[in-house]
């Protein structure tokens, strides 16, 4: 499988549990870094009606190999039923802040 950098965006409740969910998966290595943002409001279509809420937004930076198991943690630890997992690839950018996320993350069949 081929190893790319990508920028993965979740949204969580409260700024607690994106901290709870950043810590936990740059402890496994499944994330280099995370930033949060927030509060910020969103409106969504859920069970037929259109909801506001304040959430804040988790950008995490990792590469598209780990794309599942960080999308399968993120759904064990996450509080919603449905919980956005969003993954873009990183076109360009820094070749040392790219080096960088690559050494902070699980080696393949770590």
């Not at 709870?20 to 927030?38: T, Y």
Request: hydrophobic share 40%; glycine share 4%.
């Amino acid at each position: 499988m081929q190893r790319h950098p990508i920028v993965v965006l979740v949204t969580t409740s409260d700024k607690k549990e994106a901290e709870r969910i950043s810590h936990s998966l740059l402890n496994e290595k499944l994330i280099a870094c995370a930033n949060i943002i927030g509060p910020v409001h969103s409106l969504f279509r859920w069970a037929g009606k259109i909801e506001k809420v304040r959430e804040y937004v988790v950008l995490m930076k990792s590469r598209s190999d780990l794309f599942e198991k960080l999308s399968e943690r993120v759904k064990a630890l996450h509080t919603y039923d449905v919980p956005e997992i969003i993954a873009l690839p990183i076109g360009q950018g820094s070749l040392e802040y790219l080096k960088w996320i690559d050494s902070s993350l699980e080696l393949p069949n770590e």
